[in-house]
Structure formats: C-alpha cells, structure tokens
C-alpha cells in the first residue's frame, strides 16, 4: 500500500513558476506508475501528466504540453511536476496517484489510478 502527500502548491502570478512534489511511502517507489491530476469545484478530474515506472516515458494533456515536466527521483521515493508558464487556466487543486504496472505504461484516465494523494493547491493570479 502507498502513501502518496503532495506539496509545492501555493500563489503564482500569471507566467511564474512552481515545482509540486509527491513524496511515496509504503511500498517499492519503482512499481509505481505515476501520473498528476488536477481539479477544480464542480469540474470532473483532469489528467495532467504521467510517467512510467522507469521514468523513460511520459505523457501530457494538450493542455501543460511544452510547459510542464513530469519527472522522478527513485532515490528520494518523489515524483515532481515543473510548471512553467502557468496561466489562471492552470489554477486547481493538484493530485499525485500511483498504481502498479508494467514497466513503459503511462496511465492517463483517474480510473486507472489505486492510491491518491490528497492534493495541493495552485492558484494563479492574472
């Protein structure tokens, strides 16, 4: 079982910068494949990125492409997620979920997903 607990979140103007980390414990960090989610009130969860237990893929929504990255650092147990660029459109509470899977998967429905952080929040300032 993994415990997933985000952090990174806070204000950004409009065009700024934030690095969000999600920190695993409980099980093996390298059985995990790893995506971010993103939600805001009254909106369905939003697929942001993934990345595959090896790390060597990953997969963005059209949305972040070009200005987010999703990474991993199997010896810190942590999955990040760089966000550059970032519009009032980016503003929402922001999920990391892991599951187990084969080794280049990169799941991209919440469905998919068996543990789940409890968010970190991101608002944008125009």
């Known amino acids: 079982q993994a415990q997933l607990v985000e952090s990174g979140g806070g204000l950004v103007q409009a065009g700024g910068s934030l690095r969000l980390s999600c920190a695993a414990s409980?099980?093996?960090?390298?059985?995990?494949?790893m995506g971010w989610f993103r939600q805001t009130p009254g909106k369905e969860r939003e697929f942001v990125a993934a990345?595959?237990?090896?790390?060597?893929?990953?997969d963005y929504a059209d949305s972040v492409k070009g200005r987010f990255i999703i990474s991993r650092d199997g010896a810190k147990n942590t999955m990040y997620l760089q966000m550059n660029s970032l519009k009032p459109a980016d503003a929402a509470r922001y999920y990391c979920?892991?599951?187990?899977?084969?080794?280049?998967?990169?799941?991209?429905?919440?469905?998919?997903?068996?543990?789940w952080g409890q968010g970190t929040q991101v608002t944008v300032s125009s």
């Open positions: 979920a892991a599951r187990c899977g084969s080794t280049r998967y990169t799941p991209l429905e919440s469905s998919e997903y068996k543990y």
């Open positions: 990345i595959s237990r090896s790390g060597g893929n990953t």
């Open positions: 409980g099980s093996t960090f390298s059985s995990y494949n």
